[in-house]
C-alpha cells in the first residue's frame, strides 16, 4: 500500500480523522450531486468496495495500531477508486477503543447522512472508528457480573444445547439440511457477527447468540456426515475472552475482524443474520460461498424500508445479481434466529 506523497489525498469522512489540508492540486472542487455520479459510474463499472487484499491490508494497519498502544495513530488506507488516503486512527483504550468500519455502496453515497460528498477525492469503505467500549472483559467486577464468567458461560451454554436438540425445531432443521444437494466442495461453517453468549446488561445469557452458534455446530454436524471434515469458524469484535474461550472448546475458532471475511472461499457456508455491517455486499464482492444464511431483502420484511436507508446490513444489485447463481431452500423460522433464508449454490 505504498504511494507517493503527490499520490496521497485526505480522507473527509466523518468516521476518520482528516490530517492536514487539501491541495488544490489533488482535489478538484465538486458539487455532491457529481461526487455521487462518480461513486454510481465506478460501482456500474464493476470496482469492488471490498476485496481480500484490502482486508488483509486492513487486518495489518489494526494489528500495528494496536501494538504502538495509547494514542492517535497516522495510517494510510485504499480509497474506493485506488488511490491512498491518509487517516489517523485513535487508540484510546480502555477509555475509547477503535474498530473496523465497513461502508456499504448506500453509505458511500451519502444516502444516509454520514459526510457531505466533495472533492475529487478516493472513498473510504473500510476505515476505523472510535467507540465507548460496553466493558464486556473477562474479569468479574460491578461491569461484568457472574453471568459472564467461564463457568456460568460453559453451563449456560450446554443447558440451551440441551433444549436445542431436544426440541421439534432440531428435527425440522435436520430434515432440511438432509434434504439438501451441497456443492461437492464443502469445508468449513463461518459464522459472521453472530453475537455475544451473554448480556451484561441484563446479566444473563444472551439466547439469541448462543442460538446463532447452535445453528453453525448444527451445520457442521449435518455435514459432516458423509466424512467431510468440516471446519467451524466465528468472526464477531463484540466477543469478550471468555467467550472465546467457551467457543473454542466447542471447537469453534475464533477469527477477529476481518480475517472471517477472508476465510470465506467456494467452500464456506456462511452464517450472517442481522448484523451490524454489510455482510451481504463484502461477501458479493470478495467470494461465492457454497452455501448461504442470511436474512430475506428489507422489502419484503418491511416495504417501507425499500430505500435500506436505515439498515446495516442493506442488499444491492450486485447482491442480487450474486444471487441468480443460487438456489434458494425453505428454511424453519426460529424465533430466537429469525425469518432467514437459505441459499445454495448451483451446480
Not at 465506478?42 to 468496495?49: C, H, I, N, Q, W
Not at 442480487?320 to 433464508?341: R, S, T
Amino acid at each position: 500500500m505504498e504511494s507517493d506523497q503527490e499520490d496521497i489525498v485526505e480522507d473527509d469522512v466523518t468516521t476518520f480523522i482528516p490530517v492536514g489540508d487539501l491541495g488544490s492540486a489533488q482535489v478538484e472542487a465538486m458539487t455532491g450531486i457529481k461526487a455521487i455520479t462518480k461513486i454510481r459510474a465506478l460501482y456500474a463499472a464493476g470496482v469492488p468496495l471490498f476485496t481480500k487484499e484490502n482486508l488483509r491490508y486492513i487486518a495489518q494497519v489494526q494489528d500495528e495500531c494496536r501494538r504502538r498502544g495509547f494514542g492517535i495513530h497516522e495510517v494510510i488506507l485504499r480509497g474506493f477508486n485506488g488511490s491512498d488516503v491518509r487517516c489517523e486512527v485513535c487508540n484510546h483504550e480502555p477509555v475509547l477503543e477503535f474498530r473496523i468500519e465497513y461502508l456499504s455502496i448506500q453509505k458511500l453515497e451519502g444516502l444516509w447522512g454520514w459526510f457531505d460528498p466533495r472533492g475529487d477525492q478516493p472513498w473510504l469503505t473500510i476505515g476505523f472508528k472510535s467507540y465507548m467500549p460496553n466493558r464486556r472483559t473477562s474479569s468479574e467486577g460491578p461491569d461484568n457480573p457472574p453471568a459472564t464468567s467461564v463457568e456460568y458461560l460453559n453451563e449456560g451454554f450446554h443447558f440451551v444445547k440441551t433444549k436445542w436438540e431436544a426440541s421439534g425445531y432440531y428435527g425440522r432443521l435436520r430434515r432440511t439440511l438432509a434434504s439438501i444437494n451441497p456443492p461437492p466442495v464443502l469445508t468449513k461453517v463461518i459464522g459472521l457477527a453472530c453475537g455475544p453468549l451473554c448480556s451484561v446488561a441484563r446479566a444473563e445469557l444472551d439466547h439469541r447468540g448462543i442460538s446463532q452458534h447452535l445453528l453453525l455446530l448444527t451445520l457442521r454436524e449435518a455435514f459432516s456426515n458423509d466424512g467431510r471434515q468440516i471446519e467451524c469458524y466465528s468472526q464477531d469484535p463484540i466477543y469478550n475472552e471468555n467467550e472465546k474461550q467457551i467457543l473454542e472448546s466447542l471447537g469453534i475458532r475464533v477469527l477477529e475482524d476481518p480475517m472471517g471475511f477472508v476465510e470465506v472461499d467456494e467452500g464456506s457456508v456462511v452464517v450472517s443474520i442481522s448484523p451490524n455491517v454489510p455482510v451481504k455486499q463484502i461477501i458479493a464482492d470478495i467470494a461465492r460461498p457454497a452455501m448461504i444464511i442470511w436474512y430475506p431483502r428489507l422489502v419484503k420484511l418491511d416495504p417501507s424500508m425499500e430505500t435500506g436507508w436505515t439498515y446495516t446490513d442493506p442488499d444491492s444489485a450486485r447482491v442480487d445479481k450474486m444471487l441468480e447463481d443460487y438456489d434458494k431452500i425453505e428454511f424453519p423460522p426460529h424465533f430466537n434466529i429469525g425469518p432467514v433464508e437459505l441459499y445454495v449454490r448451483k451446480h
